[in-house]
């Protein structure tokens, strides 16, 4: 089968790969349909091997060159023994990480955070940018007839993005200010509209990004950090002055962190989702004086997938308007990662269509 695989830096190739092999106990055999390109993937591309292993990886021996994609969707081909939960033929979203189980965080829910976490399309033998993905029963969610392909390549970035919220604290009402325009930053304003915020602000240097984000009727005020005062201009519309009740930071830099430092009221929060790509600095007075609740926000629950997918099946949570962009697998690298890389891309989203994919109907 075809399979876009990472071998080095900037060196991604459309290699032919064996088709995965029959499903053993619990597994599933997905014959993909739509893969997103997701920013670890392109921090991967210009900067990797970042998360992806250089030597077997300790539980699913997984070692590049390996098939990149970690957000896609496609359609159950066949299932192996003791499998309840779909059924060939059935469309579904794939939650992409894969753990031994059993462990200390595994046993508390969070297994997502355990040591031996392995995630397909980063640090497993298979991925969504390819023909096909062998998984296990617990990776794949069933899509309701109303949620397309396309929005089931979106649920993994969605419920980055919920969660994010829920990690937050987020109630109706509040006040939030995002920073960062991108896929995640885009999708946690959708996330904040749909818990019920009052009044949700962005922070955006890219014009042309601005632009389309004004047209989705989802924020309040979206503002370029390079030319604007962004912690004044949102401060001044919220009660008393105070700032925002929540800032949720989706860039991953300084200057960033300081935006929502200082745009937070006190004893607001502010909730890290951008993912730096070298140690940073942060004001600790202000932390401190300002009685400021500071968190990390990590992936998603293995549970996430129900409920995000209701959310976009009751059209609270409407992805596919972060979809900017969908090209074939030959084209991924020059049409897909190049894209959104260069630093005028006025892209969100972009989609990577296998080539086993056949339309819906």
Known sequence: MKALRFHGRKDLRVDDVEDPKSCGPHQVLVKNSYCGICGTDLHEYLHGPIQIP????PFSKAVLPLILGHEFSGVVEAVGPE???????????????????GDYFDRRGWSHLSDNLSVVGLSYPWGGMAERCLVYDYNVAKLPPEVSDEQGAMIEPAAVAVNAIENGDLKAGDTILITGGGPIGALVGMAASAAGASKIFLSEPNPVRREFLASWDVFTGIYDPLSQDVPALVREQTESGVGVDVAVECVGNERAL???????????TVVQVGLPTRPANIDLHKLVTKDLSYRGSWAYKNTAWPKVIGLVASGKLPVEKAITGKV?????????????????????KILVEAPSHTATP
Do not use: E
């Open 54 to 57: 250089q030597k077997p990886h």
């Open 258 to 268: 300081a935006t929502c430092m200082d745009a937070v009221r006190r004893r607001g």
């Open 328 to 348: 074939k697998l030959d084209a991924a690298v020059s049409q897909g990662f190049d894209a959104l890389a260069a630093p005028d891309s006025a892209h969100i």
């Open 83 to 101: 499998v309840q939960s779909v059924h060939p033929g059935d469309h579904v979203s794939i939650q992409p990480n894969v753990i031994p189980g």
